[in-house]
């Protein structure tokens, strides 16, 4: 998916920092389905839906409602008229949106290819760029967040339950018993000195 911004920057932290190398970007991208969101804080319609957006997006990846994040991840792509309108739309949003920087030429490429004639819209694209669904507005609205495992496995993404958290930091690969074979080794080991502990008191 990193390949659809190969060469762009796009905006984190409500435009606070950007994401613009290709290590990054295939860190935040890899393995996600990529919501591509065309709105603007102006619209009607868009400040009808955004809110609905906003809640669909934190009961899937905010601590507050769930464990462990989805694999979603969204960029706004702004129809706003101003730099401060985004600005101020985005603050209004998830931290953990990304954006295109305001004004990006890129921004009328993706409404071409992905055939936006009017906002607001969502693409759902796989983690190769394949579309999911060409407008996901109506699919949000009825469903909630619902839609998003009917996604996940029309993309066919890699269960992060089979990996620990430290497996995902540690770049040397590992076969996928390893996580199983490293909890045994811990449990036997724990057991171990329980057994040593009890002889002593004998």
């Not at 906002?119 to 109506?138: D, F, Q, T, Y």
């Not at 009825?142 to 839609?147: I, Q």
């Not at 996604?151 to 040397?172: H, I, S």
């Amino acid at each position: 998916m990193a390949s659809l911004f190969t060469g762009r920057v796009l905006m984190s932290n409500r435009e606070e920092e950007e994401v613009e190398t290709e290590r990054e970007l295939n860190r935040t991208l890899e393995n996600k389905v990529l919501l591509l969101y065309f709105g603007s804080g102006q619209c009607p319609r868009c400040r009808r839906f955004s809110p609905l957006l906003k809640d669909f997006f934190l009961r899937l990846t905010d601590e507050f409602y769930v464990t462990r994040s989805a694999q979603l991840v969204l960029v706004y792509v702004s129809r706003d008229e101003t730099r401060e309108q985004q600005r101020e739309f985005l603050r209004s949003m998830p931290r953990r949106w990304l954006a295109l920087p305001f004004g990006d030429s890129f921004q009328r490429e993706l409404e071409v290819r992905f055939s936006i004639s009017e906002v607001p819209a969502v693409v759902v694209l796989k983690p190769n760029g394949e579309v999911i669904v060409g407008n996901a507005v109506e699919e949000i609205q009825r469903g909630g967040p619902e839609c998003f495992w009917n996604w996940q496995e029309a993309a066919e993404l890699l269960d992060r339950n089979f990996l620990l958290a430290e497996d995902w930091e540690d770049p040397v690969r590992k076969s996928i018993t390893h996580p199983f074979r490293s909890l045994k080794y811990r449990l036997g080991k724990k057991r171990g000195e329980k057994g040593k502990e009890e002889e002593k008191e004998k």
